[in-house]
């Protein structure tokens, strides 16, 4: 169990180490996402090409933006961690003995 | 890997669409009949889901300097195989498009081919391919989210690269471009998306032992009763005998009902 116990935390520290070592290393690093790097390329390699259609509904600000970007990870990890609670309470559950019928 | 709205000339769009639409149908009749015929999986189904919905809204930085966000769904191709994930993430990639500007309608097709489909079938290849070649269920879930995160952005590298050719080295050239943007990027999300993967399926093993049995994933394991039957028979030997015999007998009974149907 402790063994177990051990593995998980190394591995959540992994996690964590992945995405934290870049913003402590590459600190004057602006991380422009890929997309919006694929299109520059896009823009800088075929001048001519103009978009032909618009998002239908783009959000007024970037902190709107990022609100619903928040939303979308709110709505997954809420029910990820629904499904994960119930699973557990399940099993919690099983292992503990009925308790005996009463008259 | 979003293709930005209107990115792709119209031809390109239309032929994605085109080559996405059948995964996508596929894929929702396969969701349909997995939660008729087995209600039970419907918990986990949702978490696939909701995985995806998760990882695929959160940009995470890497070595590169750049920042791109995972995919998530290697999990539920390993759970309830590829198609389920076509309809999933086309739903995730409907729900960006719409709300987020982020992806677009034109370019649905192309993101949902690369992301629902390829991503999903490349993961689930690697899953087998490591589980055949005798790896165990860890290490094979690491093989199927990494690769169907990384397959993914390759795709999408190798999308835009067929559809604005170089003026000069044409579409090797194109595509050797992107693959710099994309795909290097993408090399320590993908090993951290493995990670998650497994933490997660260290989970399910303990808490959702039933349903993954169910779907193959795991092995059913021998009886506890069974196993420990030796030292307890040295012990007590009766009462051993009394406990696994019950259980056999409800055990077998399902098993021979659900044949005579």
Request: hydrophobic share 50%.
């Amino acid at each position: 169990m402790r063994r177990r116990q051990l593995v998980t935390a190394l591995l959540v520290l992994a996690v964590v180490a992945l995405f934290a070592l870049p913003l402590v290393l590459g600190a004057g690093s602006d991380y422009a996402g890929t997309d919006s790097q694929a299109s520059e390329l896009i823009e800088e390699s075929d001048p001519g090409y103009t978009p032909w259609f618009s998002s239908v509904f783009s959000p007024g600000s970037s902190e709107v933006e990022s609100g619903l970007f928040a939303l979308q990870a709110a709505l997954g990890g809420g029910v990820l961690g629904y499904v994960l609670g119930r699973l557990r309470g399940r099993r919690v559950a099983e292992q503990i003995p009925a308790p005996p019928t009463e008259p | 890997m979003h293709i930005a709205e209107g990115f792709l000339p119209p031809a390109h769009a239309i032929g994605w669409t085109i080559a996405a639409a059948p995964f996508v149908v596929h894929g929702a009749r396969a969701v349909v009949k997995e939660v008729r015929e087995n209600p039970e999986s419907t918990l986990l189904l949702g978490a696939a889901g909701a995985f995806t919905f998760v990882l695929s809204a959160i940009k995470l930085p890497s070595v590169t300097g750049s920042s791109s966000h995972p995919t998530g769904t290697g999990l539920g191709a390993v759970l309830f195989r590829p198609p389920v994930m076509a309809l999933l993430g086309t739903i995730v990639l409907l729900f960006q498009a719409l709300l987020l500007a982020h992806g677009g309608l034109t370019t649905l097709g192309a993101n949902a081919f690369s992301m629902a489909v390829v991503g999903p079938w490349v993961g689930y290849g690697a899953y087998r391919l490591t589980r055949r070649l005798g790896g165990g269920l860890l290490p094979a879930v690491f093989a199927a989210m990494a690769l169907s995160d990384l397959s993914t952005y390759v795709t999408t590298a190798l999308q835009l690269a067929w559809a604005h050719p170089d003026a000069t080295s044409g579409v090797t050239g194109a595509a050797v471009k992107f693959l710099g943007v994309f795909a290097v990027t993408q090399i320590p999300l993908a090993i951290g998306e493995g990670l998650l993967g497994v933490l997660l399926f260290r989970v399910l093993t303990v808490n959702a032992r039933p349903e993954l049995e169910r779907l193959g994933v795991l092995h059913p394991e021998p009886d506890p009763t069974a196993e420990s039957a030796p030292s307890a028979a040295t012990k007590s030997a009766p009462s051993a005998a009394t406990k696994s015999a019950p259980s056999a007998a409800t055990k077998s009974a399902p098993s021979a009902d659900g044949g005579a149907r």
